[in-house]
């Protein structure tokens, strides 16, 4: 059947003008559909809210029920990790989803303007080439992701919602290939963002993007009348740890110290080394007696836990201060405010013993003036 090349379009020389119509159509909803998905991907700098943009974004374009992006976990690692970048597919708690730059499979999928069927992956490999990563999720299609020539992740997609059984047709390959540099910039530059944001030793996020971070969650706070905590904790007597055993021991304990408390916060909360030995948190949607128990809990986790250096065992204990947002007993429209009253607390803290959890009403908190070391 004779067939006429218009632009990029592959059009049937007998169709009709309707036939024709519909055609152009389809050309320009989808080029409507990649410049919605490319502004709303170029809008999303958080690097969590981001996967998860992608993946839904891919779920409905490309009609599967579930997706997952193997990851740079690190600027400086060897590997790329699934971690928990998947939502609709279901993973083997005894796998690990992790592959390795020297794994074959990086060779074959590195092939540019490609993408791959599981099946399509396993022919082009030795039949013992481990490849329970992928097999386990069973995707539908394996979608290199490319920063300039170098990979950069690797998108899954899941069980296709097709109700023929079909494979996916060249025209869907060119879709996803479309959308795949849009995905690849999208994370590289929400993982540069990620990196330049955070502390290199304790891995917490650095004070001038808690704060901008925090600005955004009061202004919904106070929007949807949700309560918003902060929680401000400083390391006692912190300078004999570094005069005694050293800048290497007093790292340690900082270190240590942020591993604690990033365990102890749910995934939508955050931590940041607010400078020195200080720690703030922030927790959205949170109200004080809520607040005050994680502040406690983490009191009481670093105050049990074996600080071991150079055969040592060292007690450490931190203090705290907590505020709350409330639309009613403490309205407060600025970040800074409700930082500073946590500082106030935590100020109290230290004046009555250290190793303890403050919650200063915001009357009180008026009254203090903090003294700065």
């Given amino acids: 059947m004779a067939r006429k090349k218009i632009g990029s379009l592959d059009i049937n020389k007998n169709s009709s003008v309707e036939e024709v119509v519909k055609v152009y159509e389809k050309k320009l909803y989808d080029l409507q559909q990649m410049l919605e998905i490319s502004q709303s991907l170029c809008s999303t700098l958080e690097y969590s809210t981001l996967i998860e943009s992608i993946l839904y974004t891919c779920m409905a374009q490309m009609l599967v029920l579930g997706a997952g992006i193997f990851v740079l976990e690190e600027i400086d690692t060897n590997a ?13 708690p005894d796998l690990s989803y992790t592959i390795p730059f020297s794994h074959p499979v990086i060779d074959i999928i590195s092939q540019k303007n490609r993408v791959f069927t599981l099946k399509e992956v396993q022919n082009a490999l030795p039949k013992e080439t481990n490849l329970d990563f992928f097999t386990s999720l069973r995707p539908s299609l394996i979608v290199p992701l490319f920063q300039k020539n170098h990979i950069n992740g690797i998108l899954l997609l899941g069980e296709r919602m097709n109700l023929d059984g079909s494979d996916y047709t060249e025209y869907d390959r060119k879709q996803i290939l479309s959308i795949a540099p849009l ?22 996020k650095l004070k001038y993007f808690f704060f901008n971070a925090l600005t955004d969650k009061l202004d919904l706070s106070i929007s949807q009348d949700m309560p918003l905590s902060v929680i401000m904790f ?7 740890f570094n005069d005694t055993w050293g800048h290497a021991c007093g790292d340690y304990v900082l270190v240590t110290v942020a591993k604690i408390m990033k365990s102890s916060i749910r995934e939508g909360d955050m931590a940041s080394r607010y400078g020195g030995e200080e720690f703030t948190i ?26 071991f250096y150079e055969n040592n065992h060292l007690k450490v204990t931190i203090s705290g201060g907590v505020s709350i947002y409330d639309s009613e007993t403490n309205p407060v429209t600025s970040a800074r405010e409700l930082v500073e009253q946590a ?12 190793n303890r959890i ?16």
Avoid: C, Q, W
Wanted: hydrophobic letters at 40%; aromatic letters at 8%; charged letters at 30%.
């Fill in 183 to 204: 995905i690849s910039v999208a994370i590289n530059n929400a993982a540069m963002l990620e990196r330049s944001s955070i502390d290199m030793m304790t891995h917490l």
């Fill in 282 to 307: 922030m927790l959205p949607n949170t109200a004080e007696d809520d607040a005050i128990a994680v502040a406690e809990r983490i009191r009481k986790a670093i105050e049990e836990y074996d600080f």
């Fill in 80 to 92: 790329f990790s699934l971690a928990n970048n998947y939502t609709g597919i279901d993973v083997d």
């Fill in 358 to 373: 403050t919650y200063i009403t915001p009357e009180a908190a008026k009254t203090v003036t903090v003294e700065k070391k």
């Fill in 343 to 354: 500082d106030k607390a935590l100020y109290s803290s230290k004046e009555n013993g250290r």
């Fill in 234 to 240: 400083d390391i006692d007597f912190f300078k004999k």
